[in-house]
Nanobody
Framework: QVQLVESGGGLVQAGGSLRLSCTAS????????MGWYRQAPGKQRELVAT???????NYADSVKGRFTISRDNAKNTVYLEMNSLKPEDTAVYYC???????????????WGQGTQVTVSS
């Protein structure tokens, strides 16, 4: 089994910054992809950013130029640096990881418990 633990959410004023962290633990051979999603009240969960173990990244258009995703593969940790935050960034942020736990099995997606980010105007 694999667990994802997130940290770093909170309350910040518009224009401010926050850094989220998410660490995977358990039976892990490798993690091809890690990412961040968010869900605002009354809305569907949406992609924020993803990062592959090879260094490729992908961002939602709404966060390009403001958010940066990074990884520490040795620590099985993914980060989300969020700058120039806007009230519309308010949401619960979830990390996920596609984890390979066996040498002959495909990756399985796991989710963190979510961390609240609130941006006041």
């Amino acid at each position: 089994q694999v667990q994802l633990v997130e940290s770093g959410g909170g309350l910040v004023q518009a224009g401010g910054s926050l850094r989220l962290s998410c660490t995977a633990s358990g039976r892990i051979i490798n993690i091809p992809t890690m990412g961040w999603y968010r869900q605002a009240p009354g809305k569907q969960r949406e992609l924020v950013a993803t990062s592959t173990s090879g260094g490729s990244t992908n961002y939602a258009d709404s966060v390009k130029g403001r958010f940066t995703i990074s990884r520490d593969n040795a620590k099985n940790t993914v980060y989300l640096e969020m700058n120039s935050l806007k009230p519309e960034d308010t949401a619960v942020y979830y990390c996920n990881a596609d984890v390979r736990s066996g040498y002959f099995s495909g990756p399985v997606r796991y989710w963190g418990q979510g961390t609240q980010v609130t941006v006041s105007s």
